[in-house]
T-cell receptor, first 108, second 114 residues
């Protein structure tokens, strides 16, 4: 019972912005939107999370639709080190459950 | 330590044996997760501990799997009578604020059942 829908894969050129979409039409009012990524042969790492307002940190920006039924993770300048699987996860008072994510390839 | 520590990093065991995997979370983190990841697959949620609440065991695949968390800190995942399909990387994560905050992952234990 996946709560989020993401494209299986995306491709980006190095040093260009990347917009990774996530649909979550059944989101509840208390669900936070989390993004994690998993680099090859590593454990997942936190990227960003938010509830209603857009969020920015040193890694990325999170744009949340006004109805909260979708969100977009924005990498402002993709580098080769950003090649990873990106996971969009909803979590209220429930554990983080990972879906299949989006595999991002970055082309030099 | 500064991060989540898991041991052993690698474990090879014979089919039918029991194994114990250990996770040392970041000090003060009240939430602790266990996941497993088979080769080329996504992360499969196993169990979640949050403070003194009863653990969420909804992801444990069979009664051969169990986990405990002693004193709200160290956690042990036990797999009894291991099977070849149990071969995977077992990942532990901890969080200060449960599902509302950032979870930090260990490097995992690679379990191979032969």
């Amino acid at each position: 019972d996946a709560k989020t829908t993401q494209p299986n894969s995306m491709e980006s050129n190095e040093e260009e912005p990347v917009h990774l979409p996530c649909n979550h039409s059944t989101i509840s009012g208390t669900d936070y939107i989390h993004w994690y990524r998993q680099l090859p042969s590593q454990g997942p790492e936190y990227v960003i999370h938010g509830l209603t307002s857009n969020v920015n940190n040193r890694m990325a920006s999170l744009a949340i639709a006004e109805d909260r039924k979708s969100s977009t993770l924005i990498l402002h300048r993709a580098t080769l080190r950003d090649a990873a699987v990106y996971y969009c996860i909803l979590s209220g008072n429930t554990p983080l459950v990972f879906g299949k994510g989006t595999r991002l390839s970055v082309i030099a | 330590g500064a991060g989540v520590s898991q041991s052993p990093s690698n474990k090879v065991t014979e089919k039918g044996k029991d194994v114990e995997l250990r996770c040392d979370p970041i000090s003060g983190h009240t939430a602790l997760y266990w996941y497993r990841q088979s080769l080329g697959q996504g992360l499969e949620f196993l169990i979640y501990f949050q403070g003194n609440s009863a653990p969420d065991k909804s992801g444990l695949p069979s009664d051969r799997f169990s986990a405990e968390r002693t004193g709200g800190s160290v956690s042990t995942l036990t797999i009894q009578r291991t099977q070849q399909e149990d071969s995977a990387v077992y990942l532990c994560a901890s969080s200060l604020a449960g599902p509302y905050g950032e979870a930090f992952f260990g490097q995992g234990t690679r379990l191979t059942v032969v």
